[in-house]
């Protein structure tokens, strides 16, 4: 490699007058004339139609040409058998010819004959589709004609004879100047065409409008001028649809010129999901066999002058030559000759290290009161430094990660990127002071002035009078924070189906700290006991609290104590061990238990699916606890923003301030809210937030075939569950209540408590049910919870959280949410002024006025929905699930393996083919009331079974792997022991997927 030569920059005049012109180019036209669509998601059943009677056509018309080849073909031979004297050998090779031509011919005429009847079936399909809409979408006509007999035939075939008096179809358009509203909807539709060069867009085309025959015409050339090789030549189609932003159809390669052919035709396909509507078909549905979107585009490459096909071909022979030559070199980023230092030292520079680390604290608004100074060289720096750790990036990219946790990073990466910049633009607006913040100055006196000083305290302060700003007092604990947890006691617990006694103990979890209880019997176990789990070393008392993202983690276990094969040879010895049989787990965020100070109370616990062994009960199981922290922390105050921008009247955002006001002179610990920020900072009123949206198609199938509402909203609630959670107060402290819309919350995939339960109203709604959002606190989710109110037939009403998609009834004494302070409809947003809080406990009759306090006297129906009217739902790509399964089978497979320390695991296939289709069955039917046991024991008769099965959102493969090694299934010392895994993935729409998991540990019956 030679060395880097930096030149001076030239003057763009000057370089197009004086260098430019040195310079070796390629020249060539791209002739874009149109696109014509096979299937459009807007076709109708009558626009399908047509495009069949055109393609159709097309095919005859190509068939018939062909034909007329052939017959020319014949009748050349024919007369040169008839006329020329031939040898018996060229007799013989031209009979041949004629046979072969006449069997040709027969292939064609039979395939002719399918087309006709094809074509006149389908026309006769369409007449009868418009006589039904009385009003034609299309304008088609299909013609039947005969040709003319211009020469004698009698002496032809028979197969041409009757190829010959074969009707002849011609196609005509009518025009209609009225046209129906599926066709002035599509007037609508924009096409535009991007075109890249080399991967650098160069130009695009105007926005077309689509035709009525779906097809659209840009008929223009364009002219590229080039001064690099060209490697390639893409067109980018994407669409406008109404109401909607642009979307990528598809990606076209064109072939470089080539003077021997014509207009290109160059098919294209495209995977988008349109849902189908009462007059639309729709495209890319894979359940309901949807066709996919397709079409044609019609373009040309040409050289301008016949030289620049020349000096193509050479640039390329010139460029596999130095490519060959640069292979054979290493890449380097930034060349050896201009670099200051060598790699090692870079890497090992402590200064750097120290920099990079104080930038990062920085954008994560975490100031620190004990930052140090950084010197200007490496020997000045502080070795704290260096031995401190990292806190590894929670939403960075790893290259090793699925397809489907990258889109999980990514998405929570843009929604922590929304949440940042809304917060450096108040925090920016927040510091600047205006001059009455910083000087006071004395109104001019009046006659009541003088009260004032008479009455009032001593002014001491100068004529100026500075105002000094109050800081806060930081509160200081010389002591190391811990975790104080008293695990009261259990309800409803799975039972030992041998009916023997329970020994039931818990696990907890916090960072590196583990403790346990002891055990105690019973499905409603009950421990009164204390444990104490310290926070990591590393945790700054004053600044680090709010950064903690980790959860604490509660698993119930159940112990049994299980025989070991004995050895012969050690006839007075009995081999035992442990095994901690895995009965369900409460996981608490860190944030519930800062933003409390203290939770007492009752938590629901996430039971396994199934466990062999062990009976689950149909109500749900629940676990009693207090949580506090020694020494006591105060309640994380976290600063509200008041300069967020005015999205509602000035008179309807002081009445939702007077509003929140009165009620908190009342109850100053309940959750009073009118408005709410949206991701463009915006305040707007939280009714906006709801209207009917239809939900996926898969919830609609559940009313279709059982008709069974309670069914169909546990489906819904699990789906919303399935989407990843970001907490707003802790990561970003400051935004207290953000709000994105629906289509924003399933494009960017992630979002907060409010968000999921917005959406679940959202579709109840659409199912015509009455549905209302809850917003309170509850455990585990804490202060920012939110509930949906809805009721079902016979004035029965439900509480659904979404978050985990349990569902409660309103009576039930044991629902988590503890306190209810807003409930927010279409029309109203209504204040709990009751005596008491909890759900059991309240009055719901949002119309009496004593117990609920509305923002508007009556109900207003005139409120403007920010919500669009139908979101668009993407099937899951089906590459990403066969890649997610085999993935995620492997990687758990592997850390099983490492988790063992006595044996490598034994995988048995046919156990895991036996779950694999438990699992399915149970996800696809009415749940696991089938006999699982006796299921197994047909196919696996000769081992002792033992599975435990869960399901769970996917969030992420870590944490999945967590989750199935947690169960303790691999903890066997037994050597005979196998071991069975299955997975099956559920998908939804857009990227939510829910995993059903099982593993199981089998035991030979003869050993």
């Known amino acids: 490699m030679g060395l880097i030569e930096y030149t001076k920059a030239v003057n763009w005049a000057e370089w197009d007058t004086n260098i430019r012109p040195t310079l070796e180019f390629f020249e060539f036209s791209l002739d874009l004339n149109r696109i014509e669509f096979e299937h459009h998601w807007a076709f109708t059943i009558e626009d399908k139609l047509a495009r069949k009677i055109k393609t159709y056509h097309h095919e005859l018309t190509t068939a018939g040409t062909k034909a007329m080849k052939i017959m020319e073909q014949y009748l050349m031979e024919k007369v ?12 013989t090779e031209a009979y041949d010819r004629l046979k072969y031509l006449e069997e040709e011919f027969s292939k064609i005429l039979i ?3 399918n087309l006709s009847a094809r074509i006149k079936q389908a026309w006769r399909e369409l007449n009868e589709e418009r006589k039904k809409l009385k009003t034609p979408n299309t304008t088609l006509i299909l013609k039947e004609a005969k040709l003319p007999e211009t020469f004698e035939i009698e002496y032809l075939p028979e197969k041409i004879r009757e190829f010959t008096q074969l009707p002849v179809f011609v196609l005509e358009n009518v025009e209609n100047k009225e046209l129906p509203n599926t066709k002035k909807t599509l007037s609508k539709i924009r096409i535009q065409v991007l075109i890249f060069f080399n991967d650098t867009l160069v130009c695009r085309t105007p926005s077309t409008k689509m035709n009525t025959d779906f097809s659209v015409d840009f008929r223009k050339v364009y002219q590229l001028r080039i001064y690099e090789p060209p490697e390639k030549v893409m067109l980018l189609i994407r669409e406008l649809q109404p109401g909607s932003r642009w979307i990528e159809l598809s990606r076209v390669y064109i072939p470089f010129p080539d003077d021997q052919k014509e207009l290109e035709e160059i098919d294209f396909g495209s995977d988008i999901v349109v849902e189908k509507t009462s007059k639309t078909l729709g495209c890319g549905h894979p359940d309901r066999k949807s066709q996919c979107l397709q079409g044609k585009i019609f373009c040309k490459l040409r050289w301008t002058q016949p030289s620049f096909e020349k000096v193509f071909k050479k640039s390329l022979l010139r460029n596999s030559i130095s490519e060959k030559e640069e292979a054979e070199q290493p890449f380097e980023l930034i060349p050896k000759e201009v670099r200051l230092v060598s790699d090692e030292e870079f890497s090992s520079d402590i200064r750097l290290e120290a920099l990079a680390k104080r930038y990062r604290n920085s954008n994560n608004q975490t100031f620190r009161d004990d930052q140090k100074w950084i010197g200007l060289n490496s020997a000045e720096i502080d070795g704290h430094w260096a031995l401190e750790d990292l806190r590894e990036d929670e939403i960075g990219l790893d290259a090793a990660d699925f397809s489907m946790d990258a889109m999980r990073k990514a998405g929570i990466k843009y929604a922590a990127l929304i949440r940042k910049n809304l917060i450096e633009s108040f925090s920016r607006d927040k510091r600047l002071k205006s001059y009455e913040d910083i000087v006071k100055e004395d109104i001019l006196p009046t006659g009541f002035s003088g009260f004032g000083t008479l009455f009032g305290t001593a002014d001491l302060s100068r004529k100026l009078k500075p105002m000094r700003t109050l800081n806060g007092r930081t509160q200081t604990h010389s002591k190391k924070l811990k975790l104080v947890l008293n695990i009261q006691s259990a309800a409803n617990l799975p039972e030992r189906i041998d009916k023997k006694s329970m020994e039931v103990l818990i696990e907890a979890t916090f960072q590196s700290s583990i403790a346990r209880t002891g055990t105690v019997s019973g499905k409603n176990a009950n421990w009164q006991q204390t444990l104490i789990l310290d926070l990591d070393d590393a945790i700054d008392v004053h600044h680090d609290l709010k950064s903690i993202t980790d959860n604490l983690e509660l698993n119930l276990y159940d112990k049994q104590i299980n025989k070991l094969p004995h050895d012969s040879r050690e006839p007075n010895t009995i081999h035992e061990q442990f095994e901690h049989r895995w009965l369900g787990r409460v996981i608490i965020p860190f944030s519930t238990i800062l933003s409390l100070t203290k939770i007492d109370g009752v938590i629901t616990i996430k039971e396994p699916l199934f466990f062999t062994g062990y009976k689950l009960h149909k109500h749900k199981a629940y676990l009693k606890v207090m949580i506090t922290m020694d020494p006591p922390v105060p309640a994380s105050l976290f600063s509200a923003y008041e300069n967020f ?5 000035p008179t309807l955002m002081a009445e939702c301030r007077r509003f929140e006001a009165r009620n ?9 809210l009118a408005l709410v920020n949206d991701s463009n900072g915006k305040r707007i009123l939280a009714c906006r937030y709801l209207r009917p949206i239809k939900p996926p198609y898969q919830i609609q199938e559940i009313l279709t075939n059982s008709n069974n509402l309670i069914e ?11 989407i990843p959670f970001i907490a707003d107060p802790i990561m970003f402290p400051g935004v207290v209540d953000l709000w994105t819309t629906t289509e924003q919350l399933l494009t960017i995939g992630c979002g907060d408590e409010e968000e999921h339960a917005v959406l679940l ?3 109840l709604l659409h199912l015509h049910l009455s549905a209302a959002l809850i917003l309170g606190q509850a455990l585990p989710e804490g202060p920012k919870a939110a509930y949906v109110l809805v009721q079902v037939e016979n004035n029965v009403s439900l509480l659904v959280n979404p978050s985990d998609g349990n569902v409660y009834s309103i009576s039930d004494p044991l629902c988590p949410l503890i306190s209810i302070g807003t409930i927010v409809t279409m029309e109203n947003i209504y204040a709990n002024i009751q005596k008491v809080s909890n759900p059991c406990l309240m009055d719901f009759d949002l119309k009496n006025k004593s117990n609920w306090d509305p923002l508007f006297s009556t109900s207003r129906h005139d409120l403007s929905s920010i919500q669009p009217t139908e979101l668009t739902y993407i099937a899951v790509n089906e590459d990403i699930i066969v890649e997610l399964r085999s993935n995620l089978e492997r990687e758990i497979k592997l850390k099983f393996d490492e988790a063992r320390k006595h044996a490598i695991p034994q995988w048995n296939l046919m156990a895991s083919r ?9 996800s696809t039917g009415s749940g696991y009331d089938f006999d699982i046991e006796h299921r197994l024991g047909q196919t696996l008769n000769s081992y002792h079974v033992t599975v435990v099965a869960f399901r769970s959102p996917y969030i992420s493969r870590q944490k999945l792997i967590e989750e199935v090694l947690k169960t303790n299934m691999h903890i066997n010392s037994n050597k005979n022991a196998q071991f069975a895994l299955s997975i099956h993935i559920q998908p939804f729409v857009n990227n939510l997927i829910s995993c059903s998991v099982a593993i199981a540990s089998l035991l030979p019956k003869h050993l």
């Open 761 to 763: 109203v959202c579709w």
């Open 645 to 649: 921008l005015p999205g509602e009247t």
């Open 914 to 922: 036996a779950l694999r289709e438990i699992l399915s069955e149970g």
């Open 111 to 113: 395939f002719y004959q």
């Open 80 to 91: 040169t058998v008839e006329v020329r004297i031939l040898s018996e050998e060229q007799q």
């Open 664 to 672: 908190r002179q009342v109850y100053s610990n309940r959750r009073y």
């Open 712 to 722: 169909a909203i546990n489906l819904t609630a699990h789906i919303v569950s399935c």
